[in-house]
């Protein structure tokens, strides 16, 4: 991998939400560690541990001991994805945020292309992936989910459902999110969108689940997802009309 340019770098904080995910986090820090070092020299790494119950807890205290640039953050219980996500924006201490999921169905090693498309003006750089590597049910549910709330909420990404997001740390100093569920996605597009905030959007390489289960696609969870989102669909499109 190539180093940037100068003129291209940024001071970048890379976190990654992780509920046992022990069997992959090791990667997902290690190559997003070399993906940083290829950008930036002013760069921070983390982890926040949401309440794993497998050995997520353990090898991210072995890489800690490793990796001077690591920090976890663990929350004594399972507080949910939207919750984590919180706690890793309000931790991040760099211009820059980064942050994928731990479960490393997305590749660290992309994050230099999110970098490349900072232009004047782009607040937020967002993936959409270039194919679904997921059981077919997922994929029909999946599609699904964005068709819907792209249309209940008025989102203009082509990918909501793409967790693979490259954004301004000043953002959050506007706004304030909320969900500690898998909705926290929709929320947060929603309010950046709002407030007059610019994307841009690239292509990102979706992979296989190798490790773990989906904590989203299952019939409880997504009955929760579902209220919230109509609560969210409420508070932030409904009263605007009313």
């Given at each position: ?77 399972n ?35 999110l ?12 993936g ?48 304030h ?66």
């Amino acid at each position: 991998m190539q180093k940037l340019s100068r003129t291209n770098l940024v001071n970048l904080s890379i976190f990654f939400p992780a509920y046992n995910d022990g069997g992959t986090i090791p990667s997902m820090v290690l190559t997003a560690l070399v993906a940083a070092r290829s950008i930036t020299d002013d760069f921070e790494i983390i982890v926040v541990n949401d309440g794993s119950r497998d050995h997520t807890a353990l090898v991210l205290a072995e890489l800690e001991k490793q990796i001077p640039c690591l920090r976890v953050i663990t929350h004594p219980e399972n507080r949910g994805y939207g919750a984590a996500l919180r706690t890793g924006f309000s931790t991040a201490s760099k211009e820059w945020v980064f942050y994928t999921d731990g479960d490393a169905q997305y590749d660290s090693l992309e994050i230099p292309v999110l970098v490349e498309a900072i232009r004047e003006g782009v607040d937020v750089v967002n993936g959409y992936k270039i194919s679904r590597n997921d059981p077919f049910i997922r994929i029909f549910l999946g599609n699904i989910y964005n068709f819907v709330v792209k249309i209940a909420f008025g989102l203009h990404l082509r990918d909501v459902d793409c967790d693979y997001r490259l954004m301004r740390r000043a953002i959050f100093d506007n706004i304030h999110l909320e969900s500690n569920t898998g909705s926290i996605c929709v929320e947060m597009i929603k309010k950046i969108q709002d407030a007059g905030y610019q994307f841009a959007e690239v292509p990102v390489h979706h992979y296989h689940r190798q490790y773990g289960t989906s904590q989203f696609f299952n019939f409880r969870r997504l009955f929760q997802t579902g209220q919230h989102l109509f609560k969210l669909w409420r508070i932030l499109v409904l009263k605007k009309y009313f």
